[in-house]
């Protein structure tokens, strides 16, 4: 912690104490960001010195459940769903109370509805890719106003949803469905109808959750399976938006991709195979890169992506690590794209 006159301030220091006006009203709160807006806010103000933080802003990724807890339901997830059989379904509605925790975790952060979300791609597990469906599809059901009954309902689907995978008996992860053999394809898109299967009788399990878990690859064009309907009811239509986004970036029948590219490809969708409503809501909340990425701007700098801007996601602030000639810089710059429109990322290096 240092004591810096506002007049040396480069822009982007952390603050380490609150600043407060001489009748203790808080100005800007600990931890808060010196933006050069702020600086020149606070010389007007008369405020002239802050203590800062000596630490070096990093990137700070906010994420929907905590790692911790998310590590404790994934885990939770995999011990049952490894022991399920056909048959064998009690522990499975024992599990259906996850969905319930997962939808507590989220609701009870009261800025939950008004954040930006780092999602990472990261490789394919199909525990920890029932958990961040799940956390992805209660946020936007969340969003978009859906009831309490609801939330549980395709909170457990999105747990469930790809039980069928488990009976495959070939590689998916990592591979688009075109490079399959035909019998692998056929099995492939019958895995939604598996799973429909296992829990078809079961009285614990609504209708409108087996019905989102037979529906999670079906598409509004009519190109999805297995039925190829396009009768779709809203909380089928979450499961699939966020299914698909979230194999993407995992790479479960398909390739990985970048966060960003799994973005394009539902902007370019919405409206056709997805629901435009339910590709906003999620592309609202999901920072298009994430804190930590590693990027090139067209200036020909590359920078790493320390923090998101609320309601622009695609404009994140970054520490600026090489310059134009690729040489590492020696002390700090910090850039908002918020700020400067006329510089851009031009591509994610990592």
Not at 246 to 274: H, N, P, S, W
Request: aromatic letters at 8%; proline letters at 3%; charged letters at 30%.
């Amino acid at each position: 912690m240092r004591l810096v006159k506002l007049t040396d301030i480069v822009g982007y220091e952390k603050l380490a104490r609150s600043v407060m006006t001489p009748d203790y009203h808080e100005l800007l709160a600990a931890g808060s960001i010196l933006k050069p807006e702020y600086v020149s806010k606070l010389e007007q103000l008369g405020i002239t010195e802050v203590l800062i933080d000596d630490t070096k802003l990093k990137p700070e990724q906010v994420q929907i459940l905590r790692e911790d807890v998310e590590d404790i339901f994934r885990e939770k997830v995999r011990s049952v769903l490894e022991r399920h059989v056909y048959n064998n379904n009690a522990e499975l509605e024992e599990l259906s109370k996850t969905a319930d925790r997962i939808i507590t975790e989220i609701l009870e952060d009261d800025n939950v509805i008004e954040q930006i979300f780092d999602l990472r791609e990261r490789s394919a597990d199909i525990y920890e890719h029932s958990i961040s469906v799940c956390s992805l599809a209660v946020l936007v059901a969340a969003k978009l106003g859906q009831p309490k009954k609801e939330l549980h309902n395709i909170g457990v689907a999105s747990l469930f949803h790809d039980i069928g995978l488990r009976y495959l008996d070939f590689s998916y992860t990592n591979r688009t469905i075109e490079e399959m053999s035909e019998k692998e394809q056929i099995e492939y898109k019958k895995h939604p109808a598996y799973a429909f299967s296992s829990f078809e009788k079961e009285k614990w399990l609504s209708k409108e959750s087996k019905l989102m878990i037979l529906q999670h690859h079906e598409r509004l064009d009519g190109s999805g399976y297995p039925l190829h309907t396009r009768n779709l009811s809203l909380q089928s239509e979450i499961l699939a938006v966020t299914d698909v986004f979230d194999e993407m970036i995992c790479g479960i029948g398909c390739k990985r991709t970048k966060v960003y590219e799994a973005v394009e490809f539902l902007k370019v969708a919405k409206g056709i195979k997805f629901s435009e409503e339910v590709v906003e809501v999620l592309l609202d909340f999901t920072a298009v890169y994430p804190a930590g990425s590693l990027v090139m701007l067209n200036t020909g700098e590359v920078g790493v992506v320390v923090r998101q801007n609320r309601q622009f996601p695609e404009r994140p602030i970054l520490r600026i690590v090489k310059d134009a000639q690729g040489k590492p810089l020696e002390g700090e710059k910090f850039c908002d794209l918020l700020d400067v429109h006329t510089i851009y990322i031009e591509k994610v290096i990592m």
